[in-house]
């Protein structure tokens, strides 16, 4: 589990005092030789070699878990990408690579903190900001399609891979939300707060299956069962009583009209088949409604 990632960091101090820095690989190379890198030296520490897509799953959490204060160590090395490249890599090599689908080191960054991870929590949730809603200058930063999945909520199969991108993406727009809450709880100033829980809500409302455009959803409450969802499909030309009728089993007749005399009973069961005219019968749009989901949903 300690492994990777690895530091591509120099002690360029003592045991005692420890003075970390590392070549900057995050600005244009010049011609280097076997003496000198061409890189200009950063101060810090930059953690290097991990690819996030599996690894948020399976060995962050247990470090976030396991080893708090190496894993505080580990995800400052990694924000270096951030502070000097403007984005958080993909996959870490240590410069940026065209690699793994979505960005999740949101997720990465959103459950340490959940732990009570010290680290530097803002630029992470920046990072992850910018990852969400600024398209990136090349397909090896950033989410690839956002451009236009920021309004429709979605990535378009003309994307490589369009289809894990929009999953990933959820995934990553729920983390960013849980995180933007916890920061407005631990917010210094108004001001930071409810600009942390206005990112919690775009960010929520943002992981949420999108709708398609050329469809209608009205969702029903369901007794016991969660949500029923019904989709009212007008551009395939099935009219009101046609759908009415195959839902309550009967296509393409009506049913014969019976007399009030028949009782109550009757009328019950006659008003769970056919809730139009029980609506007005009674008048009661809610009532009606309620009654028919008692009587016919499981």
Not at 112 to 133: I, L, T, Y
Not at 143 to 159: C, H, N
Not at 174 to 191: K, N
Request: charged letters at 30%.
């Amino acid at each position: 589990m300690h492994l990777y990632p690895n530091s591509a960091a120099e002690n360029t101090g003592t045991a005692g005092q420890p003075v970390w820095r590392f070549a900057d690989v995050f600005v244009p190379r010049e011609p280097y030789g076997e003496r000198a890198t061409s890189a200009p030296v950063a101060e810090g520490e930059l953690v290097v070699n991990n690819g996030y897509w599996d690894t948020y799953r399976t060995e962050w959490p247990a470090l976030a878990l396991l080893d708090p204060a190496l894993t505080g160590r580990l995800l400052d090395g990694q924000l270096a990408q951030y502070r000097h490249g403007g984005w958080m890599a993909r996959w870490s090599a240590p410069g940026y690579v065209d690699s793994m689908v979505g960005t999740s080191s949101d997720q990465i960054f959103a459950d340490a903190s959940r732990w009570g991870v010290a680290f530097d929590r803002p630029a992470a949730f920046e990072s992850g900001w910018r990852n969400a809603c600024e398209p990136g200058p090349d397909a090896r930063r950033g989410r690839k399609g956002i451009a236009q999945g920021r309004f429709t909520g979605y990535i378009s199969s003309a994307v490589p891979e369009g289809m894990s991108w929009s999953i990933e993406n959820a995934v990553s727009d729920a983390a960013l939300g849980r995180f933007a809450a916890q920061l407005a709880e631990d917010a210094g100033s108004e001001e930071d707060a409810a600009r942390h829980r206005a990112f919690a809500r775009y960010f929520a409302n943002r992981a949420l299956v999108p709708v398609p455009v050329r469809r209608r959803h009205r969702v029903l409450p369901r007794q016991g069962c969660g949500w029923r969802v019904r989709a009212r499909l007008r551009s395939a030309g099935v009219g009101r009583r046609q759908r009415r009728d195959e839902r309550v089993g009967h296509v393409g007749r009506r049913r014969p009209r019976r007399s009030r005399a028949r009782g109550s009973a009757r009328r019950t069961r006659w008003a769970r088949s056919s809730p139009r005219r029980a609506l007005r019968r009674t008048g009661d749009r809610r009532g009606a409604l309620r009654r028919r989901v008692r009587g016919r949903d499981p």
